[in-house]
């Protein structure tokens, strides 16, 4: 009976096996495909301008290139590098574990620095269509001050859940050498404007 049970046990175990192996090679599939459309649509976006027939992606790459910064503006040329990092997300999965936080924070990055840009640059087209729609509802709501403080403080949550870096422990690191070396440089320009001050004396 108990030998029984473990055959069937290891039964289960082998069918998660495969199922586990073949979740990470749709994963690896997905990364893969991410990376090849983060590529293509940054030799799209960084040869835009030159015409369809000098453009890297070809009449498609004009088109995507159009859309993105259409709708973001100059954000366009941050998003594949954006995708690129999701990608090795996808196509590392088997070494590291997927963060669902990483894609989630890009997505916040691109809905608070499109507005962000459009408000600090005073373009409406800056932030591409989306951030025009987005300042200017911030705008109505919070004012621009407002609007410049909260976008920024989003910035900084995306950062921190897509690095994983504590800005309160590399502040709590860089304080007291920047401390030692401003509280030295205070001293040697005390000690200088003494000795000037003997030297005019003694003259």
Do not use: C, H
Request: aromatic content about 12%.
């Amino acid at each position: 009976m108990a030998k029984a049970r473990r055959v069937k046990d290891e039964g289960k175990g082998g069918k998660g096996g495969k199922g586990n192996e073949g979740l990470g090679l749709k994963a690896e599939a997905a990364g893969i495909v991410l990376l090849a459309f983060s590529l293509y649509a940054a030799v799209s976006l960084f040869s835009y301008g030159a015409g369809a027939a000098a453009n890297w992606g070809g009449t498609l790459g004009v088109y995507l290139s159009r859309v993105l910064l259409w709708a973001i503006g100059y954000i366009s040329y941050v998003f594949p590098l954006l995708m690129l990092a999701v990608s090795f997300e996808f196509l590392l999965r088997r070494v590291f574990a997927f963060r669902v936080a990483l894609p989630l924070s890009f997505a916040v990055f691109i809905l608070s620095s499109a507005p962000l840009l459009n408000i600090v640059s005073l373009s409406d087209t800056a932030g591409g269509a989306l951030g025009g729609f987005l300042a200017s509802f911030f705008m109505s709501w919070i004012g621009a001050t407002g609007a410049m403080i909260i976008l920024s403080a989003a910035l900084l949550i995306t950062v921190l859940f897509a690095t994983g870096i504590s800005f309160v422990q590399i502040g709590i690191k860089l304080f007291p050498p920047a401390a030692g070396l401003l509280k030295s440089l205070v001293s040697k320009a005390m000690q200088a404007g003494e000795g000037a001050t003997e030297d005019t004396e003694e003259a």
